[in-house]
Nanobody, 115 residues
């Protein structure tokens, strides 16, 4: 089992920044990919950014150039630096870890961007 705990969400004005953190614990050996997903009210959950164990990253087109995903392997923690936030970034953000073919999820953290 893998446990994921997100932190860092909150309320911010448009144009502002937030940094989300996801601390992983438990059986974290062989996690091959971690990522951030988000779900806005009435919408499907969507991938925001992902990072592989080798450090390769990919981003949703809507956040490219504004968000940066990173991970600190020594701390078993993943981050999402979000800059130039827009009201449409408002959502619950979920941390995800994929171990072989099994997905693990955090409880989510709310990000609200006011206009």
């Amino acid at each position: 089992q893998v446990q994921l705990v997100e932190s860092g969400g909150g309320l911010v004005q448009a144009g502002g920044s937030l940094r989300l953190s996801c601390a992983a614990s438990g059986s974290i050996f062989a996690i091959n990919r971690m990522g951030w997903h988000r779900q806005a009210p009435g919408k499907q959950r969507e991938l925001v950014a992902a990072i592989t164990s080798g450090g390769s990253t990919n981003y949703a087109d809507s956040v490219k150039g504004r968000f940066t995903i990173s991970r600190d392997n020594a701390k078993n923690t993943m981050y999402l630096q979000m800059n130039s936030l827009k009201p449409e970034d408002t959502a619950v953000y979920y941390c995800n870890a994929r171990k072989v073919v099994v997905d693990y999820w955090g409880q989510g953290t709310q990000v609200t961007v006011s206009s």
